[in-house]
Nanobody, 122 residues
Framework: QVQLVESGGGLVQAGGSLRLSCAASGRTFGYSMGWFRQAPGKERELVAAISWNGLSTYYADSVKGRFTISRDNAKNMVYLQMNSLKPEDTAVYYC????????????????WGQGTQVTVSS
């Protein structure tokens, strides 16, 4: 069973940057990977996803142009570079897998990790 460990969150001022990392301790061969976030009182939402070969990506409208997802299959790692952060980006961020980098297909195939907290102050 694949285990996911997210890291890299923290407290940052608006306009700042963070880079999140997701380590998968298992085989993620062939799966798309994505970053999700859940803010207090809100449902978890997909913010970015990337196909196995990295050629296809998805970004939520709210993060387009600011966030970049990438992956290193040799290391079983997925990253989320977050720039120009806004207070509304404050949430716990999780990574997980899906069949394709789309909202419908990114269902979260593996057990959810503990996530990493991102807090953006105004």
């Amino acid at each position: 069973q694949v285990q996911l460990v997210e890291s890299g969150g923290g407290l940052v001022q608006a306009g700042g940057s963070l880079r999140l990392s997701c380590a998968a301790s298992g085989r993620t061969f062939g799966y798309s990977m994505g970053w999700f976030r859940q803010a207090p009182g809100k449902e978890r939402e997909l913010v970015a996803a990337i196909s196995w070969n990295g050629l296809s990506t998805y970004y939520a409208d709210s993060v387009k142009g600011r966030f970049t997802i990438s992956r290193d299959n040799a290391k079983n790692m997925v990253y989320l570079q977050m720039n120009s952060l806004k207070p509304e980006d404050t949430a716990v961020y999780y990574c997980n897998a899906g069949r394709a980098p789309t909202v419908q297909a990114m269902s979260g195939l593996f057990p959810w990790g503990q996530g990493t907290q991102v807090t953006v102050s105004s």
